[in-house]
């Protein structure tokens, strides 16, 4: 089967497609046959080798963290899926590999796309689902009513954080350029500051929580938003000892990351607030729970108009990587 890999960490893109077998699968695994596979920032992040400390590959690596697809085979102890069903996932961390035309997944990381949906729509909602929903469920635990600032929500992530945050009975403030405007307010944002015309930390306060897209360089701005007792919740600007913790790291990783996040975590404990970061994890009840809200409420995730294929994936990384793009990107097998 066709695979897109790459060789070794690096700081250019450089992936390589090739002829490698297809997988076997275990008792508790699946054969999917991938029909999409999107293409994230978590991709970058993967290649240029900037998440080893919290998962170390080895090489050749075939990249690819989230698809949807039929499933061709399944393992022995496999209950839940049959040859024939459309799935989807956000493959786990370890056994990623989405950029090939066929993948072996847990069947415990797998659940049934939307009805209706294709496969290409379908792709671009398991890593930006599971990362809302763990986020806002078990990172911030909101609460109907209450309100949530994502800034940098307008990518994405924030057209699926937006709607499934609104579902949950949350009030929903994003930051962002002009070009999103209309389409998160179209997705239930109930406020949307342009970042080129006004400064959230100037003209918000008493916020419940806040969720992070855009790193270390926001972090002031936006804790002094939140209110005594809220919680900010980061997706890039790194691990704490919280995160070691609760994901049961070994040791040495716990007193590193407590030494990497104590800036944030003193900061926040100084105002009476506290800092977490998420790296999302496969979950296909979740993602199950997800499915059924985006049936519900009719979520449809932006997917940028040009779709790939996987001969052009270096091609795809690189739109990712530089912009400007539409939606998800995605490829199509």
Not at 103 to 115: F, I, K, T, W, Y
Request: contains cysteine.
């Amino acid at each position: 089967m066709k695979a897109v890999q790459i060789n070794n960490y690096a700081k250019e893109i450089h992936a390589h497609l090739r002829q490698v077998p297809v997988p076997e699968i275990g008792d508790n695994e699946v054969l999917v046959q991938v029909k999409a596979a999107a293409v994230n920032p978590l991709e970058l992040l993967i290649l240029t080798g900037s998440v080893r400390l919290l998962q170390r590959y080895t090489m050749p690596l075939t990249l690819g963290n989230e698809c949807s697809g039929i499933v061709q085979q399944t393992g022995k102890r496999v209950k839940k899926f049959q040859k024939g069903d459309r799935v989807y996932a956000r493959l786990p961390q370890n056994r990623i590999g989405a950029f090939a035309e066929y993948v072996a997944v847990e069947q415990s990381a797998l659940a049934r796309m939307p009805a209706g949906y294709d496969f290409v729509t379908a792709a671009a909602i398991p890593l930006a689902g599971l990362t809302a929903y763990q986020g806002l469920v078990e990172e911030l635990e909101a609460k109907p009513g209450e309100t949530l600032l994502i800034p940098g929500g307008s990518g994405s992530f924030g057209q699926m954080a937006v709607p499934l945050a609104k579902a949950l009975g949350l009030r929903v403030i994003v930051t962002g350029n002009d070009r999103a405007r209309e389409q998160l307010l179209a997705m239930g944002a109930d406020q949307y500051i342009n970042y080129k015309q006004e400064n959230y930390w100037e003209i918000l306060s008493g916020v419940d929580g806040v969720m992070d897209t855009l790193g270390a360089a926001e972090f002031d701005h936006e804790l002094a938003v939140l209110k005594k007792g809220g919680r900010l919740l980061s997706l890039r600007t790194g691990p704490n000892r919280a995160f070691a913790v609760r994901n049961r790291l070994p040791w040495f990783k716990r007193a590193l990351f407590s030494l990497a996040g104590s800036r944030y975590d003193r900061a926040a404990r100084k105002q009476g607030k506290e800092y977490r970061f998420l790296f999302v994890r496969s979950d296909g009840a979740q993602l199950q729970t997800i499915t059924d809200l985006v049936e519900r409420h009719h979520i449809v995730p932006a997917v940028d108009p040009h779709l790939f294929s996987l001969e052009q994936a270096e091609d795809a990384l690189r739109l990712v990587a530089h912009g400007p793009t539409g939606g998800k990107v995605v490829l199509r097998l």
